[in-house]
């Protein structure tokens, strides 16, 4: 290991295991370097004196140190807080900047940076794990008690920045933490506390999950924090010592497997949401994991919300999203107020787009509300079985091509900058072409295949770029630019011919390696597990003012499109384990028995933002109050924040030149992108897979019996399972419809008694 660092005791290089140096910041979000706030007066490290082996410096009359060492082929960060003043010091923050480099700014710089993939404190100690696009990974262990974290980010225009700097430990925080959290204590005169911090790169044969239990933690190990109730959940505690384990307080029986590995299982007939708590004799940690609602309950309701968060039409598709769950709560013939719904839509649609020449009205340099509209006509075409919404979306596909496409095949926005995996523009003319493609006349079949030609040459364009394009608003490693090029390659790869599919299977494998370091994988919490990592949406869709994670969010859905074709296309287990996990921790945010959608889960643990909240002396209007968010779930405001009928608005607070008012102005509703992916991924299918004598199974039951497989579907609505088994079997499928029995090894068994490849 090879360590350097300034006089003022900076760190400049960190190498470990002789390997590729790991980057720490020279500016001034450099570290370590001392964060220390008294009411509103935050004080930060300068030039810290170097004596008697510590680096040294004091503020508000608390005597500040750290010192850098190297143990093995750990970077070890000793801190320590003194405080010499007669009183006791009421500290709202104390903390830590570790000033490791975590700005994606560039391709290819992004690979060599590690993301802050994720931070966590736990009641007694921390830990953390940082990853880069190249899939090294740091993982980050206190033994001690820290009070929470926050991370550094850039500016860009007015906005919060798209890049994050670097992270801060925060030994001590005043105001509301998370219960798990340790809470900041008085700080007496002449108390002295000390805090250790270590940073080491897991070798290639290293997990985390193992590095931590070494260090005397009870660690949650496992592949699913979620699933279907009726269901068992196994995973694996961790311990050197034998642990207690607690569900919401109630004991838990923890099955010794081999030493320092013990195995849980739980189980749920009803819906529920537990809180785990592992304790060892040393430390405590925490899990979360939930049994969710059947999927026809979570869309039943999904839909419902549609009509409780008023969809509004203006420069942003994210306002009016939620018709998509309306749509396709119709073509499923789901309990819903459909006249309702129909009437938004018909005031909605000619308030953004010109119905008889098919172009958009209102902000058409935005691509992405235009394709976005062509896969919601493909959806309403379905619903209503009116070629009308059709007609409008070919003709609004056409625009797009005409207006919007370059040469080499990309889209790109009404400035020239690459949009294509701005949302899904490719994959949204490709959900029109599965539409045009069921009309049995000529001129639609021939308007199909232009329009499947150029999306075609769009995704053709990504599997040669791959991550080396643009996305909306500053450039960086951005979790949609990724995910979405992922749907878009694996959604074209599965309308061709097997033979063809190939280079665009290696395209998207490449990006979701790539996307691995913007994932919450590695953490055991049904909230968040597997959901990606985004921080500056808060301020356009919620209206308030501060970047935070939110993840899972409505984008975080965009990752399971593409992971689940990637399943079907290869097989793969891993991936559909990863897009059912993504999948159920997004359905999270919807509490079907309070009849509540929440925007998103923000795992910050203390963030302190101006929010936009309803201001009870004028209606339908709102203030801005100081509130803390801390690891919680965030509401929508679109119940009470309403746009004026037939009004375009402004899609966030501000001004366009197409619209004459933000009133309502919100992007919160982009949360239905959950339940659109919902219902082309689990809402009508069932899976089972197979492999080396195990059994997943996703909306179904599956028995192993003498005669062959009984797959069991959870829900009549369920009218097609897909299998993957280890050899040929007898299958039988016990649909609502009737039982259907075939032969089969892969592929998808359909209700009438059809059986299809993948």
């Known amino acids: 290991m090879n360590l350097e660092w300034t006089e003022t005791g900076r760190i400049t290089k960190c190498v470990f295991h002789q390997g590729e140096a790991v980057d720490f910041r020279l500016d001034e979000y450099g570290g370590p370097a001392w964060q220390c706030r008294l009411g509103e007066e ?122 994050i700097l670097t992270f801060c430990l925060d030994f001590m925080q005043s105001g ?36 931590l239990a070494d260090k005397g933690a009870p660690v949650f190990a496992g592949e699913r924090w979620s699933t279907e109730c009726g269901s068992s959940l196994t995973f694996q505690l961790l311990s050197a010592a034998e642990p207690t384990l607690t569900a919401e307080g109630e004991p838990v029986c923890c099955q010794l497997q081999e030493p320092g590995v013990y195995t849980v299982t739980l189980r749920s007939e009803q819906p529920r949401e537990m809180r785990l708590i592992a304790e060892n004799g040393q430390h405590q940690s925490e899990a979360w994991v939930q049994f969710i609602h059947p999927w026809q309950t979570i869309m039943e309701e999904a839909a419902n919300q ?105 889209f790109c926005n009404g400035k020239g900058k690459h949009y294509t995996s701005v949302i899904y523009i490719a994959k949204s003319i490709l959900e029109l072409v599965l539409e045009e493609r069921k009309q049995p006349e000529a001129f639609w079949q021939q308007r199909a295949q232009r329009h499947f030609e150029a999306a075609k040459r769009a995704v053709d364009e990504l599997a040669l770029h791959r991550d080396n394009i643009e996305t909306e608003g500053q450039a960086t490693l951005e979790d949609g630019m990724l995910t979405c090029s992922v749907a878009q390659l694996t959604m074209l790869a599965r309308m061709l011919d097997s033979d063809q599919r190939q280079p665009y299977i290696e395209a998207a494998e490449a990006l979701v390696v790539k996307h691995r370091c913007l994932e919450r994988t590695a953490v055991a919490d049904s909230r968040c597990s597997q959901t990606t990592l985004r921080f500056w949406e808060a301020q356009y869709d919620v209206l308030i003012m501060g970047n935070m994670i939110n993840s899972p969010h409505g984008w975080s859905a965009w990752k399971v499109y593409g992971i689940m074709d990637l399943y079907l296309l290869s097989g793969k287990r891993e991936y559909l384990i990863d897009a059912m996990n993504t999948l159920m921790s997004c359905v999270s945010l919807l509490d079907v028995e309070k009849k509540t959608l929440n925007w998103a889960f923000v795992p910050d643990p203390h963030r302190e933002v101006m929010a936009f909240v309803k201001d009870p002396q004028q209606a339908g209007k709102g203030k801005f109050v100081k509130q803390t968010i801390a690891e919680e779930r965030v509401a929508m405001i679109s119940s009470w924040y309403r746009a004026p009928e037939e009004t375009a608005v402004f899609g966030y607070l501000g001004s366009w030149p197409d619209v004459s008012t933000d009133q309502g102005g919100c992007c919160d509703n982009d949360v239905h992108e959950i339940f659109k992916c919902l219902e082309e991924v689990i809402l009508t299918k069932a899976y089972v897979h197979e492999e080396k004598d195990s059994w997943d199974a996703f909306h179904c039951t599956v028995e192993n019996t003498a005669e062959g497989l009984m797959i069991r579907p959870r829900e009549a609505l369920v009218d097609q399972v897909h299998v993957l088994l280890s050899s040929e079997k007898k299958v039988t499928v016990e649909f609502a419809s009737g039982t259907v029995t075939v032969i089969l090894q892969r592929g998808w068994i359909e209700a009438d008694g059809t059986v299809r490849a993948d």
């Not at 500290?91 to 690979?111: A, H, K, N, T, V």
């Not at 696009?133 to 033994?143: K, L, W």
């Not at 769950?325 to 308030?351: C, M, N, S, W």
């Not at 209102?362 to 619903?383: F, K, S, W």
């Open 42 to 163: 935050l004080r930060t490290s300068t030039s810290p004196r170097y004596k008697d082996g510590w680096f040294k410096e004091a503020f508000f009359g608390v005597e500040l140190r750290h010192r850098i060492k190297m143990e093995g082929e750990c970077l070890i960060i000793e801190a320590e807080a003194e405080n010499q003043s007669s009183q006791t010091m009421p500290l709202d923050q104390l903390g830590l900047r570790i000033g490791l480099d975590c700005s994606m700014e560039s391709y290819p710089q992004w690979d060599t940076v590690f993301a802050p993939t994720l931070l966590r404190c736990e009641k007694t100690w921390f830990w953390g794990l940082l990853k880069s696009p190249r899939g090294r990974q740091i993982a980050v262990f206190s033994p001690d008690p820290i009070a929470s974290w926050h991370l550094d980010y850039n500016r860009f225009f007015a906005d919060g920045g798209h890049r």
């Open 176 to 211: 509301k933490l998370p219960p798990r959290h340790p809470q900041s204590l008085p700080f007496a005169p002449g108390e002295i506390r000390r805090w250790r911090i270590e940073l080491t790169e897991l070798s290639g044969g290293q997990s985390l999950t193992h590095w």
């Open 306 to 410: 549609v009509l409780l968060q008023p969809q509004k039409m203006g420069t942003h598709c994210e306002s009016w999203y939620g018709l998509f769950t309306g749509a396709l709560a119709i073509v499923h013939d789901l309990h819903f107020d459909r006249e309702a719904y129909y009437q938004k839509v018909r005031e909605l649609i000619p308030l953004g787009f010109d119905v008889e020449k098919g172009c958009p009205i209102v902000h058409p340099g935005r691509i992405q509300n235009t394709a976005c509209m062509i896969g919601l006509l493909a959806d309403l075409t379905a619903a209503a079985q009116d070629r009308r919404p059709l007609e409008l979306g070919a003709k609004l596909a056409d625009w797009l091509i005409e207006h919007c496409q370059r040469s080499d095949g990309a």
